[in-house]
Every structure is written in C-alpha cells, then in structure tokens.
C-alpha cells in the first residue's frame, strides 16, 4: 500500500487542527497515511513513497536543523515542495524577490547592528510600523512600533527583522488566504483580528472563516505562487498566500508561506481533498 508520511512537531502529535481530514482523504485514495514528528530519528522516512511538511510549528525555533532535515529526507523519499523551497521560503527577506514581480507590503530588512537607524528610517518613510522576526510563524514577536522609543519594541523576538508599514485595512477588511494546490486556487479563508490586535490568529483572539474565492483574490494568489516559481526556477507543489489592502487600495501579498500553510482543515474540511489529490500525483508522476 501507498505511504505518506505527513509531518508535525511535538506538541501537536496528531497533526494540524482537522489532521483526521487529511488522512481520510488519503485513505479513501487508498494510501495509507500518518502523522509524525519531524525530529523522529527513530522513524524509517525511506519507507515512504512521499512526506508532505504540514505542521512543523516549531521550526521558526530550530531553523537551521530543520533545513537540514529537509535535505536529508529528500534523499531518502519524495518531500513535497522541498528544501531549496523552504531554505527561501524560510527568511521573510523572499517578501524582496517577489516585490519586483506583484504587489508587496513594503518590506525592508533590519538587524541588530543598525536596528535604531533601521527603525528610524522606516518611521520616517511608513509612519507606524510592524516589526516581525525574519523567521517566524503564528505571529509570535510581531511588534507595532510609532516611535523607536516604542515600548512595545521590548517584545522583539531575536533577529534579524522585517519592518513594514502597518497595513490599517487588517482592522477592518481583515487578511485574506487563498490556499493554491498543484496550481489551482482552491479555497480562501477571511481572517479578522480583534480588538486593538492586529494579528488575525486565533490565539490572539482573531477569527477565521472560509468564503468563496473572489476573482480578484484568486488572481493574486496566482500570480504570487508564479513569482514565486519563477524565482526558484522550479514549480511549487502547495502554498497559501496571504493578502491584505494597501491605503491606496492595491491588493498586496503580505506572505507567501510554502513551507508548512496550516490548510483550516476545521473550517475548510473540503481542503483535504485537493491536497490529497497532489499527493497522487506527485507519487504517480
Ligand atoms: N504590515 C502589517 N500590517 C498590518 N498587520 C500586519 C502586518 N504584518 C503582520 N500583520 C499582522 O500580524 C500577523 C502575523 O504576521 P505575518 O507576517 O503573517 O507573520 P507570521 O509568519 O507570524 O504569520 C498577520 O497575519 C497580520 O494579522
Ligand atoms: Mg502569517
């Protein structure tokens, strides 16, 4: 029978929030799929005809040995997407390669050696900024500063970071996902903070819930997976690209995530599908 290893961490062993859809999908495709932790030595990976990366949530943590692992289980069987993928995707800095070829949330570039005149330089030009490490996930360390002097600043996780300029439309129109499987727009998922928060996540009291796909979403998403390809020189298995509006109204990428897109398996079951299907693919191709 067909194995597919599908990829998570420690403390979420049974995979991703909806992970039963995704071996459902699977089984009813006749392969036999499993969730296991990325960092299993013990597991025998060569044994897989494929592993698909899903809810690896603790490599912003452990960046380098994850890249590593990536590389080492790509000898051993098909990785969907890839490490080369993921060594790019990895760093925020791509947010730079894809700003030449489709509309980006200004991104500049920090680090602790010109952190103050950094800052200094995006406030003046953004106004108030966000300041994000360049390897992070779930919002974790993903500070507002107006000033350099911003306390708010105390909650940096370590760097290097991004500075962008706060994209005020996240309040009202919120942040849209359009998950792209195997080149097809798939779904797409409405996320809102609350209160004074900016970050959509749950954790953070935000909420999540899908609509259907709006033509003008879908077109972005697919010209951000292309830029996104042409980059790497190479196609892209899955990836989910997020968008938000800029003040003067363009719709803006603000992240292209290829590595491990949580796919709202609890509010999109139907994502599993789809997603299923690549992976016949991938081992049929
Ligand atoms: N420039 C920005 N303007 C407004 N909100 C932002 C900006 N950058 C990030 N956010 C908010 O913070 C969240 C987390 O930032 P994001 O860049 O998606 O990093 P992560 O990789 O941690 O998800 C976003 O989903 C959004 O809600
Ligand atoms: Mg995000």
Not at 7 to 15: E, I, V
Not at 56 to 82: I, K, M, P
Not at 119 to 124: E, H, K, S
Request: proline share 5%; with cysteine; net charge negative.
């Amino acid at each position: 029978m067909t194995s597919v290893l599908l990829a998570t961490f420690s403390l979420l062993p049974d995979g991703e929030p909806g992970g039963e859809q995704l071996v459902a999908a699977l089984a009813g495709r006749d392969v036999d799929a499993r969730w296991v932790c990325w960092d299993d030595h013990d597991l025998d990976w060569s044994s897989a005809d494929l592993v698909a990366v899903r809810s690896t949530w603790d490599y912003t943590r452990r960046a380098d040995e994850f890249l590593q692992w990536s590389r080492w289980v790509e000898q051993r069987a098909l990785l969907l997407n890839g490490s080369r993928v993921f060594e790019w995707n990895i760093d925020k800095a791509y947010l730079l390669d894809l700003a030449g070829r489709v509309p980006v949330v200004p991104t500049r570039l920090v680090d602790d050696a010109n952190l103050l005149p950094g800052l200094a330089v995006a406030i003046a030009d953004f106004g108030t900024v966000v300041v994000k490490s360049r390897t992070g996930a779930g919002g974790l360390g993903v500070v507002v500063a107006e000033r350099t002097d911003d306390p708010r600043l105390s909650g940096l996780n370590s760097g290097p970071w991004a500075v962008q300029p706060l994209v005020e439309s996240v309040r009202s129109e919120g942040e849209t996902s359009v998950f792209v499987i195997d080149g097809e727009m798939v779904s797409q998922v409405h996320k809102l903070p609350a209160g004074e928060e900016i970050r959509v996540h749950e954790a953070y009291g935000g909420a999540s819930c899908p609509v259907r796909l709006t033509d003008e979403h879908a077109a972005l998403a697919g010209r951000a997976m292309q830029a996104g390809a042409e980059v790497l020189g190479r196609s892209l298995d899955y990836g989910r690209v997020d968008m938000m509006r800029l003040g003067d109204g363009t719709l803006a990428v603000s992240e292209l995530e290829l590595i491990e897109p949580g796919l709202y398996l609890d509010v999109s079951p139907e994502n599993a599908q789809p997603f299923a299907d690549l992976v016949l693919r991938r081992i049929a191709d």
